[in-house]
T-cell receptor, first 116, second 110 residues
C-alpha cells in the first residue's frame, strides 16, 4: 500500500513544453511538499501546502505552479520547461506543518525530469 | 541565517563504524532528524533526537547531540553494504520548514 505516490516516475521532454507531475498521499496527512533535488543531490523545498492552503513558496520561477485540489493531492505544473529544470522532484507529506513539534515527512519515490 | 552543514562523502570498510557529522545553526530547533536516501528512492526517516537529549541509541544507530556546539552525529556500528546511501541531517526551526544539509554519501569498501 503506497503511502506517497508520484506519477510519472520518469519524464523526458523538450525545452519549451509544459508538463505536470501528480502526487497523492493516502496517509490522511494535512501537509504536503514539493522538493527539487539537483544532480549534486542538494534538496530544496519549493512549496508547502497545509489543508490545501499555500504555506511556503520559496524562490522558484513562476513557471512552476502547484495545485492542491484536496488534502490528499498536490500536483506540480511546469510551463515553458528549461534545461535547468532537469532534476528529481520529490513530493512529501507530513501529519502537520513542520515546526518545533516532532513531525516526520514521508517522501514519494521521485520523478526524474529530463529536459532536452 | 539558517544553515546545516555536512561533509559530502564518507568512505568506510565493511564491518567498521561510520560516523556522519552535521552542524546546524538554529538553536530553536527542538527536533533534529537523520534521513536516509537509497539509490533511486525517496528519503526515509532513519532516526531523530529531541533537543533535550544528548544521546539516543537504536540498535546499530547512535545519535549524539552537542547543543552547545550545535553538532549532531550519526554513528552506524558494524557498517554493512546495505547501509550505502546518502544521509541527510535536518533541523526543525519554527518557520514551518525543515532545513536540510547537503547529504553525506556513505561508501562502503569491501
Amino acid at each position: 500500500d503506497t503511502a506517497v505516490s508520484q506519477t510519472p516516475k520518469y519524464l523526458v521532454t523538450q525545452m519549451g513544453n509544459d508538463k505536470s507531475i501528480k502526487c497523492e498521499q493516502n496517509l490522511g496527512h494535512d501537509t504536503m511538499y514539493w522538493y527539487k533535488q539537483d544532480s549534486k543531490k542538494f534538496l530544496k523545498i519549493m512549496f508547502s501546502y497545509n489543508n490545501k492552503e499555500l504555506i511556503i513558496n520559496e524562490t522558484v520561477p513562476n513557471r512552476f505552479s502547484p495545485k492542491s485540489p484536496d488534502k490528499a493531492h498536490l500536483n506540480l505544473h511546469i510551463n515553458s520547461l528549461e534545461l535547468g529544470d532537469s532534476a528529481v522532484y520529490f513530493c512529501a507529506s507530513s501529519l502537520r506543518m513542520t515546526g518545533p513539534a516532532y513531525n516526520e515527512q514521508f517522501f514519494g519515490p521521485g520523478t526524474r525530469l529530463t529536459v532536452l | 541565517g539558517e544553515d546545516v552543514e555536512q561533509s559530502l562523502f564518507l568512505s568506510v570498510r565493511e564491518g567498521d563504524s561510520s560516523v556522519i557529522n552535521c552542524t546546524y545553526t538554529d538553536s530553536s530547533s527542538t527536533y533534529l532528524y537523520w534521513y536516509k536516501q537509497e539509490p533511486g528512492a525517496g528519503l526515509q526517516l532513519l532516526t531523530y533526537i529531541f533537543s533535550n537529549m544528548d544521546m539516543k541509541q537504536d540498535q546499530r544507530l547512535t545519535v549524539l547531540l552537542n547543543k552547545k556546539d550545535k553538532h549532531l552525529s550519526l554513528r552506524i556500528a558494524d557498517t554493512q553494504t546495505g547501509d550505502s546511501a546518502i544521509y541527510f541531517c535536518a533541523e526543525s526551526p519554527s518557520n514551518y520548514q525543515l532545513i536540510w544539509g547537503a547529504g553525506t554519501k556513505l561508501i562502503i569498501k569491501p
